[in-house]
C-alpha cells in the first residue's frame, strides 16, 4: 500500500496538455454508461460553515477505482488555512484491496476540475475565441484560466469578484505567475460588462444567487459554469439554460441535483423530461458541440467521481513508476 | 496527520468492555438526533461480487469525525485474501483538516459491529440467559459470541452453518482461542434446532432468503440479526418482526431500507408509518427495553457511522498518547 503526499504527487501531476485525454476518456465512459458512479455523499457541519463531499466511481474494466474525500471549510482562511482539503483512496476493482492513499489535500481535484474546465471549452467555445472573462477570484479562478489557455490562444482576461481587492490580487498573482504572455488583464465593475467583453465566461464562485442574466450574453458566448455544487448554489439566471442554443451537463443525473439545471428544473423553466447530450457525449462525437459562430453554449460542470478515479489511477501510477512514497 | 495501520491498533483496541461505554454513547447521540449521518455511499462491483460502502458522521460537539469505506469482495478468499478491507479516515470538524488515516484493514468495523451485538444484547436479552445460537461460522460469528460472553454468563453455544465443516471449524478455532471457559458448543443440523435451545440468537450471514420462522422462536428469545445491511439481504422471516413483542432497529432510518425492516415494509406486513424506539432510546431509558421475561425481542443492527466516528476516535486518541503511527 502506497502512501502519497502532495509534494510527491505535484512532482509528476500539473496542469497541462497530457491531463486533457485522461479526463476525456472518463467522460466518455460515464455518457456511455460504464461507470458506477453513486450519488455523491455530503457531510455538512454548518457550525463551522464546513462540508466533506464523498465521490466514487467505477469504471468497468479499470483494474483500480477511487473513493475521494473533498472538504470545503470557509473559515479556515481566518484560521491562515486554505478551505479545500482531502485525499484520494485508490481500491483494486478485483479484491477491494487499498492500492494507495493519496493525501493531496485537493490538489488532484483542483486539477481534475480545471481540466473538465478546459475541455468544456476546446468542444464548445468557438475556436478563435480569445477573450476569456472570470467570474470569482479563488483559485478555480486562476486555475480554469491556465486551463482554458491550455486549448484557446487567449489574449484578453477580465475578472469580476465580488471583493476588487481579491479581483486585483488575482490579476498580480496572475501575472507574478510569469508565463511569458501577451495578456490584458483587467478588472470588470460589474458581470454585465465583464459579459460584454467576453467570448468564453467561467464562473467559479460559490453564489446562492444567479451572476449572469441572459440579456447580458453576447451571440457566441460559450459559458462553463462550474461553481454550483450543492443545492443552493446558483450561479446563473436559469432563463440562461431556457434560451441558450446548447446547455451540456457533466452528468445530467447530479446537475439536476446540485448544479444549474436544478434551479431551471426547481422554476419549471426546463422540463424534467428533457435529455441532454452531457459532455462525454460531445468529446465521443464533437459534431453534437458547437453548430454555428453565433450560438450561446453551457457547460454546467458540478463534479464527477469519474474525474477523480481517473486521475487518481493517473497519480498514482506515474508516482509508483517513480518510486515515489512511502510503502506500508 | 497520523497514518495508524492495523498493527498499531490492535496494540490497544480489542473486544473488551471498556468499548461498550464508547459505543452506546454513540448510540445515545444517534437517537438523540445530534448527529449528522448521510445516507451510505455503496459501489457495486458486480463482476467482481464486491462492494464497498462508505459510511460517516459528524457527532455535534465532538472534535472530529470519521469517514469510513469497508468492501467487501467475496471471491476473495479464492485468492487467499479475506473478504474485509477498509480504512477510517479522522477529520478535524472545525476545519476538515485530515487528523488520521487508520489502515484497519476492517478491523474496526469488525469489533463496533460485535460491540452493538453485546449492547443489544445487554439490554435486550434475560439477564440470565446462557445460551447462544450462532447463525453463521465466519469472523462475525465469533466476534458477536465473544461480544455477547461480555455482557452474558454463556455455557452453551449452538452453531448452524450452511456448510457443516465451516460450522465444526469455528467451534474448532473457538475453543482454541483458549478462553479458559467452561462452554458447551455444538453444531446444530438445522436453524429450527438451533433456535428451540436458544434464549439469544445472532444470525450473522449475508442470506438473501430468511434463516428463522417465528414458530420457531421460544418465548423470552432475544434475536441480533447483524448480517443484513444491504437491499436484498434477509435473515428473518418479516413475520417475526410482525410478532414479536419488540422490535428495535440501530437506526429506523437504515434498516427501512438495508435492514430486515426494509422486507416487513416490503411484504405490507409493517405499516411504514409505524415508530420504532432505537438501540440508543433504550440505552437511553432501560426502562424502554425488555419489558417481560417472556418477550421476545429483536434487534436489527445495519451497521451505523455513527459507531464509526466513535471508535476512530477512541483509536486515534490511544494510538496517539501511546505514539504509535507514522507522522506526515
Chains 1, 2 share one sequence.
Not at 465512459?29 to 466511481?57: C, F, N, Q, T, W
Not at 471549452?121 to 477573450?131: F, G, H, R
Amino acid at each position: 500500500m502506497l502512501i502519497l503526499n502532495k509534494k510527491d504527487i505535484i512532482q509528476h501531476v500539473d496542469l497541462n496538455k497530457n491531463l486533457i485525454p485522461i479526463i476525456e476518456e472518463a467522460f466518455i465512459s460515464l455518457s456511455k454508461g460504464l461507470v458506477m458512479m453513486p450519488p455523491i455523499m455530503r457531510i455538512d457541519i454548518e457550525k463551522y460553515h464546513g462540508e466533506s463531499d464523498v465521490k466514487a466511481a467505477y469504471v468497468e474494466g479499470l483494474d483500480s477505482f477511487a473513493i475521494k474525500i473533498a472538504s470545503g471549510f470557509f473559515d479556515n482562511p481566518k484560521l491562515g488555512l486554505p478551505s479545500s482539503n482531502g485525499l484520494m483512496v485508490l481500491l483494486d476493482s478485483k479484491t477491494g484491496v487499498i492500492k494507495s492513499v493519496l493525501l493531496d489535500e485537493g490538489y488532484l481535484t483542483d486539477t481534475r476540475t480545471a481540466i473538465a474546465g478546459a475541455i468544456a471549452t476546446k468542444y464548445l467555445s468557438n475556436q478563435n475565441a480569445n477573450s476569456v472573462g472570470i467570474i470569482g477570484a479563488g483559485i478555480q479562478a486562476r486555475l480554469q484560466l491556465q486551463a482554458i489557455m491550455l486549448v484557446r490562444k487567449i489574449n484578453k482576461v477580465i475578472v469580476w469578484s465580488r471583493d476588487k481587492i481579491k479581483a486585483n490580487q488575482f490579476i498580480k498573482s496572475f501575472k507574478d505567475l510569469d508565463l511569458d504572455l501577451d495578456l490584458d488583464l483587467h478588472v470588470a465593475s460589474s458581470c454585465n460588462e465583464l459579459a460584454s467583453l467576453s467570448e468564453i465566461i467561467v464562473t467559479t464562485t460559490p453564489s446562492k444567487k444567479p451572476l449572469l442574466e441572459f440579456d447580458w450574453i453576447k451571440k457566441g458566448t460559450h459559458i462553463t459554469a462550474m461553481g454550483s455544487d450543492a443545492e443552493q448554489k446558483n450561479e446563473l439566471d436559469p432563463h440562461i439554460l431556457k434560451h441558450c442554443d446548447q446547455y451540456v451537463p457533466d452528468n445530467q443525473l447530479q446537475t439536476s441535483v446540485l448544479g444549474e439545471l436544478h434551479h431551471a428544473l426547481k422554476q419549471n423553466i426546463i422540463s424534467s423530461k428533457e435529455k441532454f447530450n452531457e459532455l462525454g457525449d460531445i468529446i465521443n462525437d464533437p459534431s453534437l458541440g458547437r453548430k454555428n459562430k453565433e450560438d450561446i453554449t453551457i457547460c454546467d460542470l458540478t463534479g464527477t467521481g469519474v474525474q477523480d478515479t481517473a486521475i487518481a489511477r493517473f497519480a498514482y501510477n506515474l508516482c509508483k513508476t517513480n518510486n515515489l512514497g512511502i510503502n506500508i
